[in-house]
């Protein structure tokens, strides 16, 4: 059984801080909370079908998003203990950056900095990938 996509929304730090007294980095906590969503998001599909064992979870995650999967997995690991994602694997797929010229319209991928639009020469570029971060699928084991 196939779910999602689905956009993992970061949810205040403070609902599920394991220690308040603990320092974390911001970094940390950007991906303990979109940790914590992307659990309930698959335990919430999961119990939808009923099942009780989350084999795999398919992750979209864009070049920009700032997302490190080693993080991601460290606190799934520990978050997901006692759930029906516990034991799951994470499946990472990155998405390269896109850029749209607001000017003409024209769509490539940009190399280092230099974000000028290669068709009409301008500055005018808008992401239109590579932000993302989200649940793209959830695979259950039938029990
Ligand atoms: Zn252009």
Known sequence: MVAGPERAVKPSPSLFWPDA???YTTQDM??????????EIVNR???QASATHVARIHLVVGEL????DDSVQFYFDYLSEGTACAGAELVFRRVQ???????CGATWQPE?????CPTCGLARARVAEGREFYVDSIEIEET
């Not at 950007?30 to 914590?36: G, N």
């Not at 998003?65 to 490190?68: D, K």
């Not at 280092?112 to 000028?116: F, I, L, P």
């Open 65 to 68: 998003s700032s997302i490190v």
């Open 97 to 103: 950056v896109q850029l749209e010229c607001r000017e």
């Open 45 to 47: 599909h999961a119990e």
């Open 112 to 116: 280092g900095a230099d974000w000028r």
């Open 21 to 23: 007294n603990q320092e």
């Open 30 to 39: 950007h991906e303990l909370a979109v940790t914590q969503s992307i659990i």
